[in-house]
């Protein structure tokens, strides 16, 4: 049985922490009622959660302490996603229309500091000080992250090495800090912690580049965003990266990015340029070494349903980039 | 010697407390440094820091333990002012330029999270898990208040007690609880805590109403920001409230607000209006209110230093308001 598939022992898991999350987002504010409601009948794979409980299955498996552990950072993934569109002036997530689009710029600054404010609220009452500790610091590097992101839009010069620095801090860390906490709430070894750590982290990174290598590729109607939003709105992910190290595609893509705007026809020459020039298939080899050390990092712990599932989810990545 | 006075002992405290602001928004992310930097430089009162020490020596005062949680409340507070100039558009606060007005929304939204982050990481390091809890409830209280008052803009059929009700969230909640946590973590006896308690709730109601009067009559030197900026973006406060229950001048407020944006000449003759009605009079009084049910909370707790600093606060709030 398939980590999604209806039925599952992880599925079912999963929908009992929906009933967790919509319970800590009630409020009798009718806006933000429906705001909260547009968000959450927009759905989500909650991978977040998945891994808080897939992890604490390795040690000493309790649903009560874990279940709002794992509610607390998907909300906390929502506030970042709403308040990210703000910032891209996203018109569409996850296939339905952004908070920003629909209600304005104003509530979604609001509708983001409500989620901020709930997470926090269940994972206080239910994690151990230390993984408070570590939650805290990876708030203040999941923000410094976007703002490095933010302040180095439209700039073609970034290293590969300064791209992963981002993304890890974007979303690696919160996929191991969601394996770690599970793992050190359920008591694990601390091998096997390590082993989980190591695994959220590399299947965060992998996950956020073949999110950027669907940005140029990707269905519009399976993405559920546009295509090449990234790339338009300024934020240059590791298929332009790797594309801008071509001296002669780098004169070309400065080009056009110095006019500031892009055409729906430049955007299709972008979209040629990081396939002609190989950025690509460096991108795709580049999530498949990630993808390989997080199957690595499986094959070191037991051998229990959990870790079927956690190898499933790392082949929906795999499935999903090509 | 008076509460604010260079020298006193609570302005010692205070500035104690501003080393731990500072060592907390500590990041080498250099955008936001300068956007930390430029805040922490506009200064302010704390008068929310000062409410959680004072109160404090009313029991056993433990400096190191109140002061990180006397912080984390202020940089709460900060991130409060900087999503909530998003919203107003409001280019001058503290008589500097605001974030969004300098370095854009964007800017602002993520320098609000971050505020945000490090405030929760101070206060749960420090704070007792069932204060946690209710400070968790009044943020989520702040959240609901600011989202009412922007669905109610440009709304002149808003009663007296629907406003009372939105600045009890908005701001005396804060207020009450900054007293409240203070005494709980200094073991006050029961007595005390409850008194701190509705002394900050009547302090910040009487606080906001002041500061929505100040709109309408203030000097924009003093007040740090333009005159009337609340009723220009369409948030109708005491003052207004207060004409548009005289059915004469509700129908002229009408006329003016129908057209939806105002002009200098109406600002002018809304000022008018509030002035001849009786409005701010009788807003004057109902701040006098809750000044008077403040005082009274304070002489029913012992008589010690921290007492007459807090009368002095009062007495402050009156200042400002003739």
């Known amino acids: 049985m398939r980590i999604w598939n209806e039925g599952s022992d992880i599925y079912n898991e999963l929908m009992e922490v929906e009933k967790y999350i919509r319970k800590a987002l009630k409020t009798r504010q009718s806006i933000l009622s429906k705001t909260v409601q547009e968000l959450l009948d927009a759905g989500g794979k909650r991978l977040r959660p998945a891994l808080v409980l897939l992890s604490g299955q390795f040690g000493d498996y309790n649903r009560k302490k874990l279940m709002p552990i794992a509610a607390g950072i998907e909300i906390l993934h929502m506030a970042t996603l709403v308040h990210d569109d703000i910032i891209d002036d996203a018109d569409i997530r996850r296939g339905i229309p952004t908070v920003q689009s629909k209600w304005g710029k104003d509530m979604a600054v609001f509708t983001g500091d409500f989620l901020l404010t709930r997470s926090f609220s269940l994972i206080t009452q239910n994690v151990e000080l230390e993984n408070m500790h570590k939650l805290s610091n990876v708030l203040k590097a999941i923000c410094e992250g976007e703002i490095d992101q933010y302040q180095h839009r439209y ?6 090495n300064t791209y992963l620095k981002r993304i890890a801090r974007k979303t690696a860390l919160l996929f191991s800090l969601s394996c770690r906490v599970g793992a050190e709430e359920s008591g694990c070894s601390s091998r096997d912690t390590w082993n989980l750590w190591q695994f959220g982290k590399n299947v965060g990174m992998a996950f956020q580049i073949v999110d950027d290598i669907l940005d140029f590729e990707g269905d519009t109607e399976i993405v ?10 300024g934020v240059f992910t590791l298929p332009v990266i790797y594309t801008a190290q071509d001296p002669y595609y780098k004169k070309k893509l400065k080009g056009i990015v110095e006019t500031g705007r892009f055409t729906h026809d430049e955007l299709k020459c972008v979209q040629r340029w990081v396939q002609e020039s190989g950025a690509m298939d460096y991108s795709k080899k580049l999530a498949n070494r990630y993808i390989t050390r997080a199957i690595n990092n499986l094959k070191s712990l037991p051998d229990i349903p959990a870790r079927e599932y956690l190898g499933d989810l790392v082949m929906e990545l795999e499935k999903r980039e090509y």
């Open 155 to 160: 700039n073609l010069d970034i290293s590969v």
């Open 224 to 233: 559920g965003k546009p295509l090449m939003a990234d790339f338009a709105s």
